[in-house]
């Protein structure tokens, strides 16, 4: 395998504090539709901008810095916006800074409080539409009577910089920005316009109401859930593409995008989760059935075999929540390279049954003095898959492959926990990997050593 892919081509130390991706003290809130991907950055230590919206190339994965809305010499401090109070203008105090996940019409909107001076500012991000590359930014203002003369709102991005306000008799304004990725010739920038108001379309609130829902006892798992149905769907275009990392790897892998579909099927995205599934099927799986990861395929003796287990689990999954069997039957030829690669010869350890290579779970190989050997988490999701790819071929009156795949599966999976020599369970916890000398040379790092 190449090093030269380990090592990161972007260092976010350099430049402007806002291209590092750890900043101290900052949430990112992402916001998209397919055709727009975006991220409000809330910085409340003061390091970078205290609320700045970084657009991204809706085609071409990137790092922090290569966002539209990120400038090499001072970050996203054109996406700020001010409130100018007679000659004043007043932008966020860090300190002030609260932020979460609200929702306009059922829309999920970017909430973020913040103050300057006497002056009190709520924004709210969403997007407004289904179809078009617009980002809606509405926001509210409270003045005291003091600071009523000569009101405008200030942000960089739009023509003019200024919007006058004329606060209410009890001191409130409003007024809404909207940006949008416009081409340029051969390039895509992003344009800002000042709006009266922007409504969501019904199209964007059905999409939002269609989803699935889950309410429990625990404040906990409700935030987690909501948060990723708001931020799920905004990560993928709407081809199929996402990112293994934003920000970071800017590559793609069939197992995260796997695990991605999965979760649409279940969300209640069936139009989205198809198209990754098809768009993985068709172009991440070669013709004899090994896969993508990194955006490469690799030699056998570094492949992830767990992937192949992860995509045909998606597939079930889709066709459950779904029944849409149309999709696995008209790349049959492909579901079954898929389950028949890590059956190969090569891979099979002879005495045990167990699959074998030199790629571990965490991606690690020989140049990281990685040795040929049995990985737990390919077994299982190979195990996994098989089975998944069974029931498929039931559904869809394949019996051969069925009977085939059905037994592959019990075999692999009565070698992983059974096995005398090589099982990957072992005195109650479990064994990550193994050599092909039988000895443990991870456990499952989650595992207490106590």
């Not at 999409?207 to 905004?234: C, E, I, K, M």
């Not at 795949?405 to 009565?414: F, K, N, Q």
Request: hydrophobic share 40%.
């Amino acid at each position: 395998m190449e090093i030269e892919e380990h090592f990161y081509t972007d260092d976010p130390a350099i430049g402007h504090a806002d291209v590092r991706t750890r900043l101290p003290g900052t949430d990112y809130f992402f916001l998209g539709n397919g055709h727009i991907q975006a991220a409000v950055q809330v910085c409340r230590s003061g390091v970078g901008t205290p609320i700045g919206l970084l657009v991204m190339h809706p085609e071409r994965f990137g790092p922090k810095r290569a966002a539209l809305t990120c400038d090499l010499q001072s970050g996203l401090e054109k996406t700020v916006v001010g409130v100018r109070v007679g000659d004043s203008v007043m932008t966020p105090d860090p300190a002030t800074i609260q932020a979460g996940w609200d929702d306009i019409a059922g829309i999920p909107a970017v909430r973020v409080t913040w103050q300057a001076g006497p002056v009190m500012v709520i924004e709210r991000f969403f997007c407004p539409g289904c179809n078009k590359a617009r980002i809606a930014r509405r926001i509210e203002i409270r003045v005291p009577d003091v600071a009523k003369d000569r009101l405008a709102l200030s942000a960089g991005l739009v023509e003019p910089r200024n919007r006058p306000l004329e606060p209410s008799a009890d001191g409130m304004a409003s007024g809404t920005l909207v940006y949008e990725v416009r081409r340029r010739g051969d390039t895509l920038c992003v344009a800002g316009d000042w709006e009266t108001e922007t409504e969501a379309s019904a199209e964007v609130a059905g999409y939002w109401r269609s989803l699935a829902g889950v309410r429990t006892f625990d404040r906990l798992l409700d935030h987690l859930f909501s948060t990723a149905r708001s931020q799920l769907p905004t990560a993928v275009d709407h081809a199929g593409r996402m990112d293994g990392s934003i920000w970071q790897y800017n590559l793609e892998w069939v197992r995260d995008q796997a695990h991605v579909a999965e979760a649409l099927s279940r969300l209640g995205d069936r139009s989205l989760a198809r198209a990754m599934l098809a768009r993985l099927l068709d172009e991440f799986v070669s013709p004899e059935g090994d896969t993508v990861d990194s955006g490469r395929r690799r030699p056998a003796n570094d492949v992830e075999l767990d992937q192949n287990g992860e995509l045909l689990t998606a597939l079930r999954t889709y066709v459950d929540w779904t029944g849409d069997l149309e999709l696995a039957a008209s790349r049959w030829s492909k579901v079954q390279a898929l389950a028949a690669f890590p059956l190969q010869e090569r891979f099979s350890h002879g005495d045990s049954g167990l699959l074998h290579n030199r790629r571990e779970y965490w991606e690690r190989h020989g140049a990281h003095g990685i040795e040929d050997g049995f990985e737990l988490m390919h077994q299982f999701f190979v195990a996994l898959g098989l089975k998944s790819a069974a029931y498929l071929a039931d559904a869809l009156g394949h019996s051969e492959d069925r009977d085939s795949w059905t037994t592959a599966a019990a075999e692999l999976r009565h070698a992983m926990l059974e096995d005398r020599r090589y099982r990957l369970i072992e005195d109650g916890h479990l064994i990550k990997r193994r050599g092909l000398d039988h000895k443990a040379n991870y456990r499952a790092p989650w595992v207490d050593e106590a």
